[in-house]
């Protein structure tokens, strides 16, 4: 029997990329492929362009780094509502950092997150950059990562200059 506090997800991965003969040679097919789960709109994926993909849709490496961004940011808005912080405004522009190894293989060795947090009142500010570290902490994604997930939070109040 499962545990309340044990959740399982499910998404479908579907290739689209064959273009005829299949992966008999790597420039013989696409990258091309879709993921989906129930009940939410069918995501276009792709390999990063530098191994053959196509700009126009999300790589892995991409999703990982929303994934990362996604759950802080969704941490974050918790600690603050239930530590008195009132958010009006959140966005963020993360970045990763991947390494090829020789192999062909490769890893992240970082991603830093840079949210901009508006809050209602500026006496809010200082706890609202301090709660970053409680929202790192309960991110489940970050918590299921080996690579360090740095913050360099900007924290604005609507009277600020």
Same mark, same amino acid.
């Given at each position: 029997?499962?545990?309340?506090?044990?959740?399982?997800?499910?998404?479908?991965?579907?290739? #689209?990329?064959?273009?005829?003969?299949?992966?008999?040679?790597?420039?013989?097919?696409?990258?091309?492929?879709?993921?989906?789960?129930?009940? *939410?709109?069918?995501?276009?994926?792709?390999?990063?362009?530098?191994?053959?993909?196509?700009?126009?849709?999300?790589?892995?490496?991409?999703?990982?780094?929303?994934?990362?961004?996604?759950?802080?940011?969704?941490?974050?808005?918790?600690?603050?509502?239930?530590?008195?912080?009132?958010?009006?405004?959140?966005?963020?522009?993360?970045?990763? #950092?991947?390494?090829?190894?020789?192999?062909?293989?490769?890893?992240?060795?970082?991603?830093?997150?840079?949210?901009? *947090?508006?809050?209602?009142?500026?006496?809010?500010?200082?706890?609202?950059?301090?709660?970053?570290?409680?929202?790192?902490?309960?991110?489940?994604?970050?918590?299921?990562?080996?690579?360090? *997930?740095?913050?360099?939070? #900007?924290?604005?109040?609507?009277?600020?200059?």
């Amino acid at each position: 029997m499962a545990s309340a506090n044990t959740h399982t997800y499910r998404t479908d991965l579907v290739w #689209t990329g064959n273009l005829g003969s299949g992966t008999s040679g790597y420039r013989a097919y696409e990258r091309a492929h879709e993921v989906s789960a129930p009940g *939410v709109p069918v995501l276009l994926g792709s390999s990063d362009p530098a191994f053959r993909g196509d700009a126009s849709r999300w790589n892995p490496e991409l999703l990982l780094l929303a994934s990362l961004s996604q759950c802080h940011m969704l941490s974050y808005l918790h600690v603050c509502a239930v530590g008195g912080v009132t958010v009006t405004g959140y966005t963020d522009q993360a970045t990763g #950092t991947m390494v090829q190894t020789p192999d062909g293989g490769g890893h992240f060795t970082e991603a830093v997150l840079h949210p901009v *947090v508006e809050v209602a009142d500026a006496a809010m500010a200082e706890k609202a950059v301090a709660l970053h570290a409680d929202a790192h902490r309960l991110c489940f994604i970050a918590g299921s990562v080996n690579f360090p *997930v740095r913050h360099d939070p #900007t924290v604005t109040h609507p009277y600020a200059l």
